[in-house]
Protein backbone atom coordinates (compact mmCIF):
# COMPACT_ATOMS: atom_id res chain seq x y z
CA UNK A 1 0.00 0.00 0.00
CA UNK A 2 1.52 3.26 -1.26
CA UNK A 3 -1.02 5.47 0.58
CA UNK A 4 -3.10 8.26 -0.34
CA UNK A 5 -2.44 9.32 -3.93
CA UNK A 6 -3.77 12.37 -5.90
CA UNK A 7 -3.55 13.22 -9.52
CA UNK A 8 -2.76 15.72 -11.00
CA UNK A 9 -0.12 17.21 -8.67
CA UNK A 10 -0.41 20.57 -10.36
CA UNK A 11 -2.92 22.24 -12.89
CA UNK A 12 -2.98 25.24 -14.07
CA UNK A 13 -6.65 26.90 -16.03
CA UNK A 14 -7.67 29.57 -17.25
CA UNK A 15 -9.98 31.22 -15.39
CA UNK A 16 -13.97 29.87 -16.63
CA UNK A 17 -12.69 26.60 -16.88
CA UNK A 18 -13.69 23.18 -15.38
CA UNK A 19 -11.51 21.34 -13.54
CA UNK A 20 -11.46 17.62 -12.14
CA UNK A 21 -8.91 16.49 -9.18
CA UNK A 22 -8.69 12.68 -8.50
CA UNK A 23 -7.96 10.70 -5.05
CA UNK A 24 -7.51 7.16 -4.57
CA UNK A 25 -7.21 6.52 -0.44
CA UNK A 26 -5.60 3.73 1.20
CA UNK A 27 -7.48 0.71 0.13
CA UNK A 28 -8.88 -0.23 3.48
CA UNK A 29 -10.17 3.18 4.48
CA UNK A 30 -14.18 3.93 4.25
CA UNK A 31 -13.54 7.54 5.11
CA UNK A 32 -12.34 10.25 2.53
CA UNK A 33 -12.04 13.80 3.18
CA UNK A 34 -11.55 16.88 0.69
CA UNK A 35 -9.49 20.47 2.52
CA UNK A 36 -8.09 23.26 0.30
CA UNK A 37 -5.42 24.89 1.86
CA UNK A 38 -4.30 28.86 1.18
CA UNK A 39 -0.70 30.05 1.38
CA UNK A 40 0.28 30.52 5.03
CA UNK A 41 -3.16 29.10 6.84
CA UNK A 42 -3.94 25.31 7.92
CA UNK A 43 -6.47 23.04 5.77
CA UNK A 44 -10.25 23.57 5.55
CA UNK A 45 -12.64 20.97 5.54
CA UNK A 46 -14.65 21.31 2.56
CA UNK A 47 -16.30 17.70 2.11
CA UNK A 48 -16.59 13.98 3.82
CA UNK A 49 -17.40 10.32 2.48
CA UNK A 50 -18.08 7.52 4.65
CA UNK A 51 -17.92 4.71 1.81
CA UNK A 52 -19.84 6.28 -0.94
CA UNK A 53 -22.33 8.40 0.85
CA UNK A 54 -21.50 11.91 1.44
CA UNK A 55 -22.56 12.44 4.68
CA UNK A 56 -21.37 16.50 5.56
CA UNK A 57 -20.54 19.69 3.37
CA UNK A 58 -19.35 22.98 4.50
CA UNK A 59 -20.78 26.07 3.71
CA UNK A 60 -17.54 26.75 1.46
CA UNK A 61 -18.42 24.38 -0.98
CA UNK A 62 -19.92 26.44 -3.01
CA UNK A 63 -22.35 25.19 -5.95
CA UNK A 64 -19.67 25.31 -8.27
CA UNK A 65 -17.83 22.66 -6.64
CA UNK A 66 -18.73 18.68 -6.80
CA UNK A 67 -17.86 15.61 -5.00
CA UNK A 68 -18.10 12.17 -5.82
CA UNK A 69 -17.23 8.86 -4.13
CA UNK A 70 -18.83 5.83 -6.46
CA UNK A 71 -18.72 2.42 -5.53
CA UNK A 72 -16.83 3.82 -2.18
CA UNK A 73 -13.60 3.25 -3.42
CA UNK A 74 -11.42 6.54 -5.04
CA UNK A 75 -13.36 10.01 -5.15
CA UNK A 76 -13.15 12.90 -7.68
CA UNK A 77 -13.68 16.97 -6.93
CA UNK A 78 -14.73 18.92 -9.91
CA UNK A 79 -14.58 22.52 -9.82
CA UNK A 80 -17.15 24.77 -12.48
CA UNK A 81 -16.30 28.01 -14.14
CA UNK A 82 -12.79 28.05 -12.14
CA UNK A 83 -12.42 31.45 -10.29
CA UNK A 84 -9.41 32.76 -9.11
CA UNK A 85 -9.99 32.11 -5.40
CA UNK A 86 -9.93 28.66 -6.34
CA UNK A 87 -6.46 28.48 -6.23
CA UNK A 88 -4.85 26.45 -3.77
CA UNK A 89 -3.90 23.06 -2.74
CA UNK A 90 -6.52 20.48 -2.41
CA UNK A 91 -5.70 17.46 -0.17
CA UNK A 92 -7.40 14.42 0.09
CA UNK A 93 -7.07 12.38 3.43
CA UNK A 94 -8.51 9.38 4.31
CA UNK A 95 -8.79 7.17 7.76
CA UNK A 96 -10.11 3.76 9.39
CA UNK A 97 -11.30 3.42 12.31
CA UNK A 98 -9.22 0.88 14.59
CA UNK A 99 -9.51 0.15 18.12
CA UNK A 100 -11.34 3.44 18.79
CA UNK A 101 -8.74 5.39 17.15
CA UNK A 102 -9.03 7.28 13.69
CA UNK A 103 -6.01 8.41 12.06
CA UNK A 104 -6.22 10.74 9.10
CA UNK A 105 -3.58 10.08 6.36
CA UNK A 106 -3.71 12.60 3.66
CA UNK A 107 -1.98 12.35 0.22
CA UNK A 108 0.42 14.71 -1.57
CA UNK A 109 -2.20 17.65 -2.71
CA UNK A 110 -3.10 19.17 -5.87
CA UNK A 111 -1.75 22.62 -6.79
CA UNK A 112 -4.42 24.44 -8.73
CA UNK A 113 -3.52 27.91 -10.11
CA UNK A 114 -6.11 29.88 -11.89
CA UNK A 115 -5.05 32.44 -14.02
CA UNK B 1 -17.45 26.38 16.29
CA UNK B 2 -14.03 24.78 17.32
CA UNK B 3 -10.99 27.13 16.80
CA UNK B 4 -7.56 26.13 16.74
CA UNK B 5 -4.40 28.45 17.37
CA UNK B 6 -0.70 27.74 17.10
CA UNK B 7 1.71 30.29 18.81
CA UNK B 8 4.49 30.81 17.33
CA UNK B 9 3.91 31.42 14.17
CA UNK B 10 7.33 30.84 12.85
CA UNK B 11 10.36 30.05 15.13
CA UNK B 12 14.22 29.26 13.96
CA UNK B 13 16.65 27.75 16.48
CA UNK B 14 20.17 26.53 16.62
CA UNK B 15 20.56 22.65 15.69
CA UNK B 16 20.82 20.81 18.86
CA UNK B 17 18.10 22.68 20.91
CA UNK B 18 15.27 21.03 22.30
CA UNK B 19 11.81 23.06 21.40
CA UNK B 20 8.49 23.36 22.72
CA UNK B 21 5.13 23.82 19.97
CA UNK B 22 2.10 25.08 21.04
CA UNK B 23 -1.61 24.85 20.64
CA UNK B 24 -4.49 25.52 21.93
CA UNK B 25 -8.27 24.76 21.33
CA UNK B 26 -11.74 26.38 22.00
CA UNK B 27 -14.38 23.01 22.55
CA UNK B 28 -12.66 20.63 25.04
CA UNK B 29 -15.31 18.32 23.89
CA UNK B 30 -12.34 16.65 21.29
CA UNK B 31 -11.98 13.07 19.79
CA UNK B 32 -8.21 13.18 18.97
CA UNK B 33 -5.70 15.47 18.17
CA UNK B 34 -3.22 15.49 15.76
CA UNK B 35 0.53 16.67 14.97
CA UNK B 36 1.52 16.70 11.32
CA UNK B 37 4.49 17.86 9.56
CA UNK B 38 4.38 19.87 6.13
CA UNK B 39 6.94 20.39 4.04
CA UNK B 40 7.15 23.54 0.90
CA UNK B 41 4.43 22.16 -1.01
CA UNK B 42 3.90 18.87 0.06
CA UNK B 43 0.67 17.05 1.96
CA UNK B 44 1.05 16.25 5.59
CA UNK B 45 2.58 14.26 7.22
CA UNK B 46 1.27 12.47 10.48
CA UNK B 47 3.21 12.80 12.98
CA UNK B 48 1.71 11.48 16.50
CA UNK B 49 -2.17 10.98 17.22
CA UNK B 50 -3.50 11.72 21.02
CA UNK B 51 -7.02 10.22 21.67
CA UNK B 52 -8.82 12.55 24.22
CA UNK B 53 -8.49 10.06 27.06
CA UNK B 54 -4.86 10.28 26.87
CA UNK B 55 -2.43 12.81 27.98
CA UNK B 56 0.70 12.13 25.81
CA UNK B 57 2.23 10.16 23.09
CA UNK B 58 5.91 9.75 22.13
CA UNK B 59 7.89 8.47 18.76
CA UNK B 60 11.08 8.70 18.78
CA UNK B 61 12.30 12.71 19.70
CA UNK B 62 9.13 13.65 19.25
CA UNK B 63 6.41 14.02 22.75
CA UNK B 64 3.13 15.16 23.06
CA UNK B 65 0.85 16.48 25.12
CA UNK B 66 -2.38 16.97 25.32
CA UNK B 67 -4.50 18.73 28.50
CA UNK B 68 -8.07 18.43 27.14
CA UNK B 69 -9.78 20.76 30.31
CA UNK B 70 -7.22 23.41 29.57
CA UNK B 71 -7.49 23.12 25.88
CA UNK B 72 -3.53 22.83 25.20
CA UNK B 73 -1.64 20.68 23.46
CA UNK B 74 2.19 20.83 23.02
CA UNK B 75 5.04 19.35 20.47
CA UNK B 76 8.20 18.87 22.12
CA UNK B 77 11.46 18.09 19.70
CA UNK B 78 14.05 17.28 21.36
CA UNK B 79 17.91 17.52 20.03
CA UNK B 80 16.79 19.34 16.82
CA UNK B 81 18.23 18.72 13.54
CA UNK B 82 17.99 20.88 10.00
CA UNK B 83 15.93 18.07 8.64
CA UNK B 84 12.99 19.15 11.18
CA UNK B 85 12.92 22.46 9.08
CA UNK B 86 9.04 22.33 8.31
CA UNK B 87 5.51 23.88 9.26
CA UNK B 88 4.51 21.89 12.00
CA UNK B 89 0.27 21.86 12.05
CA UNK B 90 -2.22 20.63 14.98
CA UNK B 91 -5.72 19.60 14.12
CA UNK B 92 -8.25 18.60 16.48
CA UNK B 93 -11.44 16.19 15.68
CA UNK B 94 -14.39 17.47 17.91
CA UNK B 95 -16.66 14.92 19.67
CA UNK B 96 -20.45 14.92 18.25
CA UNK B 97 -21.42 14.56 14.73
CA UNK B 98 -18.85 16.80 13.03
CA UNK B 99 -16.18 13.94 10.83
CA UNK B 100 -13.50 16.79 10.18
CA UNK B 101 -10.49 17.35 11.17
CA UNK B 102 -10.11 21.31 12.69
CA UNK B 103 -6.35 22.92 11.66
CA UNK B 104 -4.18 25.78 13.32
CA UNK B 105 -2.53 28.01 11.17
CA UNK B 106 0.71 26.20 11.75
CA UNK B 107 4.10 26.97 13.20
CA UNK B 108 6.88 27.43 10.60
CA UNK B 109 10.14 25.87 12.43
CA UNK B 110 13.76 26.53 10.61
CA UNK B 111 16.52 24.80 12.50
CA UNK B 112 20.00 26.02 11.64
CA UNK B 113 22.89 24.14 11.18
Known amino acids: DTGVSQNPRHKITKRGQNVTFRCDPISEHNRLYWYRQTLGQGPEFLTY????????KSRLLSDRFSAERPKGSFSTLEIQRTEQGDSAMYLC?????????????FGQGTRLTVV | KQEVTQIPAALSVPEGENLVLNCSFTDSAIYNLQWFRQDPGKGLTSLLL?????REQTSGRLNASLDKSSGRSTLYIAASQPGDSATYLC????????????FGSGTQLTVLP
Open chain 2, 91 to 102: AVKSSGSARQLT
Open chain 2, 50 to 54: IQSSQ
Open chain 1, 49 to 56: FQNEAQLE
Open chain 1, 93 to 105: ASATERQYRTEAF
